[in-house]
């Protein structure tokens, strides 16, 4: 299983950005964490296989929308109002069930694509 995400950048608060996971090696459950400099990573959304159940950490609630494309194997992260304190780098995960929204419950991960905001 690979995870290749994509579409981190630097951004100004209030933008939007939209960050892509691609997987490779099968289907599974998606989800999005993120991790700022000298703080543990965290959870910040995931979605079920077919794409009918989603998650979101409180912080990101009614800014942050995640889905997925299973035709071409992909989750995307649309990020909106962007804020300063969204400024960490963000990692997809994948698993093949739903039932954990702590790092520890993804077996597979991709690389991490970093995300500035400035205020």
């Known amino acids: 299983v690979q995870l290749q995400a994509s579409g981190g950048g630097l951004k100004q608060a209030g933008d939007s950005l939209r960050l892509s996971c691609a997987a490779s090696g099968g289907t599974f459950v998606m989800g999005w964490f993120r991790q700022a400099p000298e703080k543990e990573r965290e959870f910040v959304a995931r979605i079920n296989l077919s794409g009918t159940r989603t998650d979101y950490v409180d912080s990101v609630k009614g800014r942050f929308t995640i889905s997925r494309d299973n035709a071409q194997n992909t989750v995307h992260l649309q990020m909106n109002d962007l804020k300063p304190e969204d400024t960490a780098v963000y990692y997809c995960?994948?698993?093949?069930?739903?039932?954990?929204?702590?790092?520890?419950?993804?077996?597979?991960w991709g690389q991490g694509t970093l995300v500035t905001v400035s205020s």
């Open positions: 995960a994948a698993d093949p069930f739903y039932g954990s929204s702590r790092p520890t419950g993804y077996r597979y």
